[in-house]
């Protein structure tokens, strides 16, 4: 079966500021996606961006921007510029492709923007 | 478009009690799904749909039921109640399987459940 980790539990960042949040996955399929969630404090489950594994280039979506490695099955989320409602759980996601239905979700990382 | 709508909210049970959280979706879409989220945890998927009349168990389904008779619909049985199904349960709903290109899971606002 197929897991994701989030070793970092909490990250703070400086507003306008550069933050990395890190998530690894294992599997052994060559064909899937992977995706980050933000869930803020209202509760809501919002896609911020999402990455498919066949695809070598980096997803990028405005201040939103992945580093994806698939040999070390790894899938970074980099926010730049970080304002104040970036403030939120972020969640990294994991599905098979080919008609896959179940996500795998990590623990999550909480994130605070500092103003 | 009002998207995944979910009721109720929040919710109070005691112990051995039963009750249904509804999910309906607007959107014409084919697959419904319904997460639970405890603390400090990522979501866990209890059951899903792919149709109308069709359902199946996802990776924690003991002590739930769900239906599907209609697209719009799929609400989330709980018989028994225990304390730990404390939890935040969320449905969700996509017009194809998420591991499609461009596929996009749409999340309802999710419903608190403590059980006491």
């Known amino acids: ?115 | 478009n009002a998207g995944v709508t979910q009721t109720p909210k929040f919710r109070i049970l005691k112990i051995g009690q039963s009750m249904t959280l509804q999910c309906a979706q607007d959107m014409n879409h084919n697959y419904m799904y319904w997460y639970r989220q405890d603390p400090g945890m990522g979501l866990k998927l209890i059951y899903y749909s792919v149709g109308a009349g069709i359902t199946d168990k996802g990776e924690v389904p003991n002590g739930y039921n769900v239906s599907r008779s209609t697209t719009e619909d799929f609400p989330l049985r709980l018989e028994l109640a225990a304390p730990s199904q404390t939890s935040v349960y969320f449905c969700a709903s996509s017009y194809s399987s998420v591991g499609a290109t461009n596929e996009k899971l749409f999340f309802g606002s999710g419903t608190q459940l403590s059980v006491l």
Not at chain 1, 85 to 112: E, N, P, R, V, W
């Open chain 1, 1 to 115: 079966a197929q897991t994701v980790t989030q070793s970092q539990p909490e990250m703070s960042v400086q507003e306008a500021e550069t933050v990395t949040l890190s998530c690894t996955y294992d599997t052994s399929e060559n064909n899937y996606y992977l995706f980050w969630y933000k869930q803020p404090p209202s509760r809501q489950m919002i896609l911020v961006i999402r990455q498919e594994a066949y695809k070598q280039q980096n997803a990028t979506e405005n201040r939103f921007s992945v580093n994806f490695q698939k040999a070390a099955k790894s899938f970074s989320l980099k926010i730049s510029d970080s304002q104040l409602g970036d403030t939120a759980m972020y969640f990294c996601a994991f599905i098979h492709g080919a008609g896959s239905y179940q996500l795998t979700f990590g623990k999550g990382t909480k994130l605070s923007v500092i103003p």
